[in-house]
């Protein structure tokens, strides 16, 4: 408890973390209370408002199909950071234990695991998420489960570079006379020592789920209208755009900076406040 | 004698060094004279490096010189542009710092980078920089000079290495060579070749130096006067012969006891009363272990190599880095397999065993490692890095057991019950040496390798430790097989001696009788390069 309390502190004191972590509180109320936030109902269609430009009925403007864009922001959120978190915790879940195991044991199997990611991180990220949605269907689960897939690779080699390191230091060997079984060692003692990067990765993948997600809606292979989604809502704005009806693109692309850049903040603070090269007051 | 008479080549007042409001050198006044070499000694945190980099004005981070004065060659370094403190760094004085490779560019040919320093500060071209280069690299002892310019630092052993920085400090022809622990990490006989040489170009050239050290031995065979350094204060300075005969402070003479090798070890454990044939409690029988380089090549680190130690007795393994010791222990343990060969440890062959049966016996058969803070997991606490070997004990299933082993065991390695709770970090160098062996002695086992128990320790906690060994033996009845290159703690520990060279068994015998009386010539020649202060103190 009193990490989290050091943490707080810690970004605090700096302006551009203290940023990050106002954002990111914004986002989570933006979340919780949504109903109360929202002046119109997500999904209300109303032909009549039709591309409204921002008002005192239509805060920040209306769509082509008249739904009212602020409201739409505010609960775009939930759907954004649910499929980003869950992508991200599935990804770390199934990451980190495989690479930890592929860094320890090394062997053709290992190299065969490390094969199939080379495989999955090469492939254009675009293409292999219209491949497995237009396959899969374009539910928000779907996103979630691409996403999961691309950023496996990432905590499992981030995990195993660390075990890679870790498995030829003196303490293991020291574990390993002690009697310390090979599972020991490796949940003891190197995943441990091993979960700081990852730790810091997921704030990094959070933010890149959010641009991901509204990538693939943007290109029609993420989720459907009329679910509020930032990227979609950014795609269906764009058609308009050239029309000189900046409104229906413009916020919700706000929205994508400012929530992205929350998580890449806060993955700063998050990396500078466990360096162990910085000074522990 | 006349040096006396001649100014000094460098000269502190009072001089103090802060970091931010940090003061970690208080008035410090030292003289080096033409012709001197003068030694500095200090445990760890003294500020033996600090006061180096004080004097040509390199000091890292927010270090600052606070107070006093530094005058070099007459002229006062607190004065001088930044194109003279580049001058004179080198040109005027010379540091020569620990670990060569990692001093060196690792991507230019160590020959051009010695050539740099004359190009800065000679002028001189570049070829006739690379040819004074050369010429300077046959001085130094660097054999086939011309080729060995063309390499790069990694291609060079540390004692080469170690070589190459002096002639990059010597090119330039400087009056002072500042030295900090320039042979920290060399075996043994390199170290006396590399300070030799050092020494040797000095008085040649009438150049000053400055020895800066922890080993008393260095001092009482090098320096002509010696300062010794606690906290950051010179606590006492003079002649180095009058220092090693008649320590002025307590400080000094408890240094000078502490490098001292113990009484030859205690009573042989009853060889007498054991009946002649009782089987030694660990026997190793041709021994091979050979690892296979990338390019083809194969590495005999262990090469038929065979010994016994009965129970209670110790048995040192010594021998110089790369004489394959460490790769014996290890197989012994069990951390790497062997080729071929025996290891029959209570009468059974350890090395044929499945690694589940093996197991179990890790509690009999322990290791205490040589760095004390790598081998310890930094996010266990020192209680749970000591209770860990426990899990082999089946007697020990219970929390209030082990609990109370852990205490027990912070007792007999002399550390307060309190450190239970602290993480490794926190712990002084000492201390965790300490704690790496309560884990080893945790299960009470019969045999217990040690490996370099004392490298890297201060003088003063070399000597704990030492001193903790001998009574661990007497208490614990242990068998222990101690791989070290530090003779002196051989003298004190050791019933027999084993010398290793190129992964062979050279010579065994009993301590006294391989100290007295060496037979192999390689024997000697470590014997030689050993700088006991016994040997210079009356």
Redesign the interface.
């Known amino acids: 408890m009193s990490q989290i309390r050091n943490f707080i502190t810690f970004i605090l004191s700096r302006p551009g973390a203290a940023f990050g972590l106002a954002l990111l509180l914004l986002q989570v109320v933006a979340i919780v209370f949504a109903p109360l936030l929202a002046t119109h109902a997500p999904t209300e269609a109303d032909p009549l408002a039709s591309l409204q430009p921002p008002s005192g009925a239509h805060w920040l403007g209306t769509d082509v199909s008249g739904m009212d864009i602020y409201s739409r922001i505010i609960y775009a959120t939930r759907v954004n950071l649910l499929i980003s978190i869950v992508a991200v915790a599935v990804a770390f879940v199934i990451g980190v234990p495989v690479g930890l195991v592929v860094g320890y044991y090394r062997g053709w199997a290992s190299t065969f695991v490390m094969r199939v990611f080379d495989f999955i991180q090469s492939f254009p990220v675009f293409v292999l998420g219209m491949a497995l949605v237009s396959v899969m269907g374009q539910e928000i689960w779907n996103v979630a489960i691409v996403l999961a897939v691309l950023f496996v690779p990432i905590f499992a080699r981030l995990i195993r570079a660390e075990a890679l390191s870790l498995r030829d230091r003196p303490f293991i060997a020291a574990a390993r006379c002690s009697g310390a079984t090979d599972g020991q060692i490796m949940f003891r003692h190197i995943l441990p020592n091993a979960l700081t990067p990852a730790i810091v990765q997921i704030s990094i993948s959070i933010g890149m789920a959010i641009l991901l997600t509204a990538g693939l809606s943007f290109i029609g292979a993420g989720v459907r209208m009329p679910l509020p989604e930032w990227g979609l809502m950014v795609s269906v704005g764009s058609q308009q755009m050239i029309l000189g009806v900046w409104w229906v693109a413009l916020f919700p692309g706000l929205a994508i900076v400012f929530s992205v850049l929350s998580f890449a903040l806060m993955a700063d603070a998050l990396r500078d406040y466990v360096d162990p090269r910085r000074e522990r007051a | 004698m006349e040096m006396h008479d001649r100014k000094p080549l460098l000269e502190t007042r009072d001089l103090s060094v802060a970091f931010g409001d940090k003061t970690v050198l208080h008035g410090v006044s030292l003289q080096l004279r033409p012709d001197e070499v003068l030694g500095i000694v200090g445990e760890t945190g003294a500020g033996k490096s600090v006061l180096a980099r004080a004097l040509i004005d390199l000091l890292p981070g927010k270090g600052r010189i606070s107070g006093g004065t530094v005058q070099i060659g007459g002229h006062e370094l607190r004065q001088m542009s930044a194109g003279e403190l580049r001058q004179l760094r080198g040109g005027g004085v010379a540091l020569i710092g620990t670990d060569a490779k990692s001093l060196l560019d690792p991507v230019r040919p160590v020959g051009e980078q010695v050539a740099d320093v004359l190009r800065a500060h000679k002028g001189l071209s570049a070829g006739a920089a690379h040819d004074a280069a050369v010429s300077l690299f046959a001085k130094v002892g660097i054999v086939d000079p011309e080729k060995r310019a063309q390499a790069y630092p990694h291609q060079l052993s540390g004692g080469m290495a170690q070589r190459v920085i002096i002639a990059m400090a010597l090119i330039a022809e400087p009056r002072v060579i500042l030295a900090d622990d320039a042979t920290l990490g060399l075996d043994a006989t390199i170290q006396v070749q590399v300070l030799d040489l050092l020494v040797t170009r000095c008085r040649e050239a009438g150049m000053g130096a400055i020895i800066i050290t922890h080993d008393l031995g260095i001092v009482a065979r090098y320096c002509d006067r010696v300062a010794i350094m606690r906290e950051g204060r010179i606590v006492e300075e003079g002649a180095t012969a009058g220092f090693l005969n008649h320590p002025a402070t307590a400080y000094g003479a408890e240094l000078l006891a502490s490098a001292r090798a113990r009484p030859a070890p205690m009573v042989r454990s009853g060889r007498a009363q054991q009946p002649a044939k009782a089987p030694a409690l660990l026997e190793v029988v041709n021994l091979v272990k050979h690892f296979p380089t990338s390019s083809g090549h194969v590495v005999k680190a262990v090469d038929d190599v065979s010994f016994a130690v009965p129970r209670g007795e110790t048995l040192a393994l010594v021998g110089e880095s790369g004489s394959g010791k460490t790769t014996v222990g290890?197989c012994l343990?069990r951390?790497l397999g062997s080729d071929s060969g025996r290891v029959q440890f209570d009468e059974r062959d350890i090395l044929t065993l499945p690694d589940r049966d093996f197991?179990p016996l890790?509690?009999n058969i322990?290791?205490v490692?040589?760095?004390p803070y790598?081998?310890?997991?930094?996010?266990w606490t020192v209680a749970r890095l000591i209770a860990?070997?426990l899990?082999?004990d089946p007697t020990m299933s219970s929390r209030t057991a082990r609990k109370a082993r852990v205490l027990e065991m912070l007792d007999l390695v002399r550390l307060p019950a309190r450190l239970a709770e602290t993480y490794p970090h926190a712990l002084t160098a000492g201390e965790q040496k300490r704690v790496?062996m309560a884990?080893?002695l945790a299960t009470r086992p019969d045999f217990v390798v040690f490996d370099e128990p004392t490298t890297a320790l201060d003088i003063r906690v070399r000597a704990q430790i030492i001193d903790l060994v001998r009574e661990l033996q007497r208490e614990m009845h242990l068998a222990t097989l101690f791989i070290t290159h530090d003779l002196n703690s051989v003298r004190s520990l050791a019933h027999n001696v084993a010398v290793m060279r190129h992964g062979k068994i050279v010579e065994t015998g009993e301590t006294e009788r391989i100290f007295a009386n060496p037979q192999h010539d390689y024997t000697r020649m470590l014997l030689g390069a050993e700088l006991p202060i016994e040997r210079y103190a009356a």
């Open positions: 290890q343990v951390l197991r890790r509690r322990q290791m490692f040589q760095e790598v081998a310890l997991n930094p996010r860990e070997p899990a082999l790496g884990r080893a």
